[in-house]
Each structure stands twice: as C-alpha cells, then as structure tokens.
C-alpha cells in the first residue's frame, strides 16, 4: 500500500510537472530576459548565468513612460469591467428570471463574431465623432467582450441561487429590484469576482482594439510594447520588462481573487 | 377570501376554480397529492405567481393585483429560504428594517420572537451553522415579528426528520392558536393536516374535492378520492352490486354479501343493479367468529404493530386492510370471515366516485 501510494505520488508529480512545462517555461525565459542585457538573450548556446540588470526596467519606466500607460490600461479595463457589470448584472438577472433565453443567446452572437470584423465599422463611426484615441471609446469597445462575458457567467450564477430568497425577501416588503440589491447581489460576489476577473484580463491584454482605436493618449500597455519595436532592431531586454509590467498585475489579480471565488457561500440557505 | 380564482400554465389548468373563505384567526391547511395546485395556490394567495383568473381579498382588501410585500402575509418556505448572508438577528429583522421601524422597536420585537421560538442563544450565527429544526424556527421567527395578517406556509416540514417534524408540528400549531392570526398551511401530509388543521382543503388536480373540519372529512368524505386519502392505512374500497332483495339492498360480489343498512335504501335506491363501490374504514372490518359472515377473506400479510395489527386480505379482486386486535394472529392464507359496520360505511357512485350514502 505505502510503495503504491508513493508511485502514484511520483507519478502525480511527473504529470503535474509535463503540464506545467508549456505554461511556465515561456515565462520564466521572459522574466529572466527581462534582467539580461541584449547580447545575453540573444546569445547561443543560451546564458543561464548571469548577473542581473536592470536596466531594461530602467528604460520602460523613463525613457518609455511606462507609468502613463499603466495608467492608461488601467482607467480602461477598470473602466469596462465597472461599466459592464452595471449593465450586464441586471441584465443577468432578467435572462435568469424570467427565462429570456433568446436574449442571452442574442447577447452570445456578439461574441460569437470575430472581434476584428467590429473594428472598421467601429473606426469609421469613432472618427466620424471625432472620438478616436479617447476613453470613452476604448471602454465602450472593451465592452464587447467584457458585457457579453459577464452576463454569461452570472445568468449561470443567478440561476443557482434558490428562487425562494427573492421570493422570501418580496414577502418580507421588498421590490423585486429591492429583492436585487439586499438578497441577490450580497450573495453573488464569487461570480460577480470571478466574472470581473475575466473581463479585466481580457481587457487588459487586449491588443487589436487598443491598436485601431487608441492613439498617443490612451494608449495601452500591449500597444506600448511596439515601441520597442523598430524597423532596425528588437530590443529584446525592453520588451521582455515590459511584458513582465503586463503580466505582473494581472497574475497578482488572479492570484488574489482565486482566494475570493469561495465555493458554497450559499450553504445554509436553502438545504445544507 | 379566494374567489374562483384559476391558474393555466399555457393550456394546462394547474388551479381551477378555487373557491374559498377563509374564516379570521382560522387554521386552514390545504392537503393533496404532489402536483395538485396546492403550493400554486398558496403562491397566488402570496402574490408570488399571477392568478389567470378570479380574485383575492385578504379582509375586506382585494389584492389580486398587488405585489407580494403589499398583501400583510408572511410566508415559511419549505427550504426555510433564510438569507445565507445574514446572521439570524438580522434574518428576522430584515423586514422590519424593510419598514423602517425604529431600531429599538425593531430590537424588541426581534428578541420578542426569539424568545417565544427559543432561539435567542443563537441569534448571532448565521445560517448555515444551524440544524435544520433550528432554521425552520428562524424561518417562522422571521414570519411572526411581522405580525402579518396571514401566515402562508408551504410544506414548512417536508425537509425535517421524522421525529422533529411530530414537535414542531404541535409547535406551530400552538403558536398559530398563541397569536391568533389566520394560517394557510400546504401539505401534502395528510396526518399534518389532519392535526393542525381547523378546517381541511383536500385538492387533486387543481381541483377543491372538499374543505370539512377534519372529523367531518374523514367520517364523511366526499368522494372516493378524499375517502382514500384521509386516514391510515387508508379506506377500503370493494366492488360489489347493488341488488334489492326482500330484506332490502345487498351488496354483492363473488366473496361478500352485504345488507345495506335500512336508513341507506332511499339514498341508494336509483342505483339498483348498478356497479357501485363500498367503503369500509380498517377500524370498521373486524374478523368474525361465525362461520359465515358478510365477506370470505384470505390473508395476504399480517403487520403486527404492538398496539395493533394490520392485516391485509384478499376480498375476492379487492385488496383491503383490517385492523384488528394486537392478539388477533392470522396466519398468511387463512381464509376468513369479516363483518363490517355497515353503520359506518360509505357507498360510492363506481363511474363518478361521488359518494352515494
């Protein structure tokens, strides 16, 4: 028994490991380019000791202004994301409710369709309005992803939560917008979180929206790495720094927000 | 209170025509099998499902169309619905706080209710760290600090053991009668309904089939379905015909001969020939000691309870169950010889199941 349970540990950890290999490995050489000096990444056979710069740092934060664009990025998927959920919650719940398939499924088609078939209609109209390169058309289009995402997770959400807590609460005195705002919404934080995690991400790593529409104001980090990109060179040191500013808050954000997407939080309501 | 009212789900009628006054501080309980109408009922008297047709007054109000928090009800639901993320204080004061009622009062009603449902040790826990007795009683606490004009219940025991459910049965049935205030409780129980009730609504099929105080209900039922359904083990039913003979109407199939009581003949008269079906209580079929009695019996299965015995028998195609005396030990295939108390037994219209006498 004990010898079978250590194969079966050993073989765990093999499998746990040849799964991880394809996800890490990319990261862990960015990150370590990221501290090497060009001519050290792009040597070969590969350095794998060296001593650490950072000057690549140096160089996306002063001479790049990485700060504004992190602003950017930010004030941009923060902004989606917000945005969405304010349409897209109440939206939920009336798709959930009141069994509005079709409407979910109309909601779906804007995702179903490939993002880069919106952006020409979408840069005729924005430069027509003169609203190229502003916030508001940068949030309004990361919504794309981001309303339909939302609601599509939290119709599942919604429509596990017992019907009987509304109704207990409407009973009780509430409206059913009442019922929304005191019983629902408390209760819906891990998909609101789980939800919201997603959208940001997308929105946060998208590339081909940000390009088209956002210009030198708004423009985002995964733009701004292009800027290390130039018709002579890669600087590699650079955009490997970069990249990590990207990858940074979103894997913090994953990281924290796991924690939160607590399963169970409805245990005791109805039958435990 | 309820006026024809009628509930279609598309072209099925899930309600149809219920038709009843509930009569103030009364104790109504609303009984039926699964898929009778009887929690849709409840919800239309609660607002939470439209009714298709007919009205609602709740006193003199009619509140056919108002939201649920309009009506004055308080509701207990059947899996307690208790708001997961609230501790039981504020489960209870939810409402309260809904009405803005000042915080001291709305203090002093919440622990009002605690102590009268024993529960003010664990105001402070949420939910899910109750039992489920527990949670039922905060689902009522939640229900009585309103002091509602109605209480709604629906199948308020269905999720709690055996045993719990016999307690809190008495438990609410003394409240109900402590606070005075009018109750409409579904279940499909029929010992609940039976020792709650002050008055019995039995529905199948959306329909009402008879609403009696529970001593009328079962000493006389309807028909044969409320016959069937009140009681246990339950009412007896055996095919026989109806035949007048010089010492008046016998009931008569290949295993039973039956003289209907005199008082019955002017009831029964125009049924003459007929197919008719009888029905006879457990208590009221007792084996017999003569050689020939009112019905030939095998039986099928004895069930010795202690304070009594069930036996089950063979009435020529009928399957009935007597109840007999704890010494009474038959053993599997005897034949024996039953007598009925015919004085207590009901005849029922074979095509309509309506009851003749």
Redesign the interface.
């Known amino acids: 028994m004990k010898n079978e349970s250590l194969l079966s540990k050993i073989l765990w950890g093999i499998l746990v490991i040849l799964v991880l290999i394809p996800f890490l490995f990319p990261f862990l050489w960015i990150l370590s380019a990221s501290f090497k000096t060009q001519a050290q990444i792009v040597a070969m056979p590969p350095v794998w000791i060296f001593t650490p710069t950072l000057e690549n740092y140096a160089r996306v934060f002063v001479e790049q202004d990485f700060g504004r664009f992190l602003l950017n990025s930010s004030i941009i998927a923060v902004g989606s994301t917000l945005l969405s959920l304010v349409i897209g919650l109440p939206a939920a719940y009336t798709i959930s409710r009141y069994k509005q398939n079709g409407l979910g499924i109309f909601i779906l088609i804007a995702r179903l369709m490939p993002g880069i078939s919106y952006l020409i209609p979408w840069y005729i109209l924005f430069s027509k309005l003169r609203m190229i390169d502003t916030f508001a058309t940068l949030i309004a289009s990361h919504m794309l992803v981001g309303l339909p995402l939302i609601v599509w997770i939290m119709v599942n959400y919604f429509d596990g939560l017992p019907h009987e807590l509304e109704e207990a609460a409407q009973v009780d005195g509430c409206t059913l917008q009442g019922a929304f705002f005191r019983i629902v919404l408390p209760l819906s934080g891990p998909g609101i979180i789980t939800a919201s995690t997603l959208s940001f991400l997308f929105s946060w790593n998208n590339f081909m929206f940000s390009l088209v529409l956002s210009a030198e104001e708004t423009k985002t980090l995964p733009i701004a790495v292009y800027n290390f990109v130039s018709y002579a060179d890669v600087s590699w040191g650079p955009v490997m720094a970069a990249t990590i500013v990207i990858i940074a808050p979103a894997i913090i954000l994953t990281m924290v927000f796991q924690r939160y997407v607590i399963k169970g939080l409805t245990m005791g309501a109805v039958k435990g | 209170m309820c006026e024809h009212i009628e509930k279609k789900f598309g072209d099925v009628i899930a309600v149809n025509d219920f038709n009843v006054e509930i009569n103030d501080k009364e104790f109504v309980v609303i009984v039926g099998p699964s898929g009778c109408g009887k929690s849709t009922s409840l919800r239309m008297i609660?607002?939470?499902e439209r009714q298709t047709g007919g009205n609602i007054y709740i006193g003199e109000q009619l509140v056919s169309d108002k939201?649920?928090?309009d009506r004055n009800?308080?509701?207990v639901?059947?899996?307690?619905?208790?708001?997961?993320?609230m501790n039981v204080y504020d489960n209870i004061a939810?409402?309260l706080k809904?009405?803005n009622l000042p915080s001291e009062e709305i203090d002093r009603k919440v622990k009002e209710a605690a102590e009268i449902l024993g529960i003010t040790s664990y105001l402070q826990r949420?939910?899910?760290?109750?039992s489920?007795g527990q949670?039922q009683r905060v689902a009522l606490g939640?229900s009585i600090v309103?002091e509602p004009e109605v209480f709604?219940m629906d199948e308020p025991l269905s999720?709690l053991d055996a045993k719990l459910r016999v307690q809190m049965r008495a438990e609410i049935a003394k409240l109900q009668a402590r606070l005075g205030i009018t109750t409409i409780y579904v279940t499909h129980d029929q010992v609940e309904a039976m020792t709650m009730a002050d008055r019995i609504i039995v529905m199948k099929d959306g329909v009402i089939q008879q609403v009696a105080d529970p001593q009328t209900l079962y000493d006389y039922p309807a028909n044969q379905f409320v016959a069937s359904f009140i009681g246990t083990p339950p009412m007896n039913f055996i095919a026989c015909k109806l035949q007048k003979q010089q010492d008046g109407f016998h009931l008569i199939n290949e295993a039973a001969d039956v003289i209907a009581p005199a008082q019955w003949s002017e009831k029964i008269a125009a049924f003459d020939g007929q197919a008719v079906t009888l029905g006879v209580r457990p208590e009221n079929m007792c084996p017999s000691g003569l050689a020939k009695d009112q019905a030939a019996a095998i039986v099928d299965l004895v069930e010795v309870l202690g304070s009594e015995t069930l036996v089950n028998v063979k009435i020529g195609a009928d399957s009935a169950i007597i109840k007999a005396a704890p010494d009474y030990k038959p053993t599997v295939g005897d034949a024996i010889q039953l007598h009925f108390d015919m004085e207590k037994a009901h005849l029922f219209n074979k095509e309509t199941g309506n009851v003749i006498v």
């Open positions: 609660a607002g939470l939201p649920p928090r009800i308080a509701m639901f059947q899996n307690y619905a208790l708001y997961p993320h939810f409402a809904l009405r949420k939910p899910r760290e109750l489920g949670r939640r309103r709604l999720n």
